[in-house]
């Protein structure tokens, strides 16, 4: 079984600023990892994935994410935010090769301030 | 392309009717379908997966069943609602092996 925590409940941080969303996981096998937002009253919409390959992501509007398998996190970052970026984030984990139902994290709100 | 369509996306229910929503997912054949539950602050709870017509897998007893009668639709019932029903159903589709496609949402509220 695999397991998420997002360290974060809320993260309020002001336009401009950078911003790291934090992300642990816990798994006895391989997994895909992934990043979704989710503006209110919406459904989720994935930000970025790891499936393979190279441990860094991105996503099209400036979102980050390194995989990193020593220490079990998979933290969202941005240089730069926007105050359209205010939304929930959530964290989900995957096991690879098997069959896929996602655990999610408790997600982080993002609170971008003018 | 693929697309997820999930109705109502708002409903108010009184306690001890019963409920229906519907999923249904255009584009693809043979997705893994999932029903989800979001309270706020405690994230995603699921609720039903299923992976083919006919096959539901249960997460968490509940007041809640599922049934999946054609390859992409994915209804949600209850024969009688309970207060601790309402909150924010998500309805969800993957292919095999990656990430998941989220419907808009029902907002419900039991009264």
């Known amino acids: 079984a695999q397991s998420v925590t997002q360290l974060d409940s809320q993260v309020p941080v002001f336009e401009e600023a950078p911003v790291e969303l934090r992300c642990n996981y816990s798994?006895?096998?391989?997994?895909?990892l992934f990043w979704y937002v989710q503006y209110p009253n919406q459904g989720l919409q994935l930000l970025l994935k790891?499936?393979?390959?190279?441990?860094l992501v991105e996503s099209i509007n400036g979102f980050e994410a390194e995989f990193n398998k020593s220490q079990t996190s998979f933290h969202l970052r941005k240089p730069s935010v926007h105050i359209s970026d205010t939304a929930e984030y959530f964290c989900?984990?995957?096991?690879?090769?098997?069959?896929?139902?996602?655990?999610f994290g408790r997600g982080t709100s993002l609170i971008v301030h003018p | 392309s693929q697309t997820i369509h999930q109705w109502p996306a708002t409903l108010v229910q009184p306690v001890g009717s019963p409920l229906s929503l519907e999923c249904t997912v255009e584009g693809t054949s043979n997705p893994n379908l999932y029903w989800y539950r979001q309270a706020a602050g405690r994230g995603l709870q699921l609720l039903f997966y299923?992976?083919?017509?006919?096959?539901i897998s249960s997460e968490v007893p509940q007041n809640l069943s599922a049934s999946r009668p054609q390859d992409r639709q994915f209804i949600l019932s209850s024969k009688k609602l309970l207060l601790s029903d309402s909150g924010f159903y998500l309805c969800a589709w993957s292919p095999q092996y990656t990430e998941a496609f989220f419907g808009q949402g029902t907002r419900l509220t039991v009264v």
């Open positions: 790891y499936l393979s390959g190279s441990t």
């Open positions: 299923s992976v083919g017509i006919g096959q």
């Open positions: 989900a984990v995957s096991a690879s090769g098997g069959s896929y139902i996602p655990t």
């Open positions: 798994s006895s096998v391989s997994v895909y």
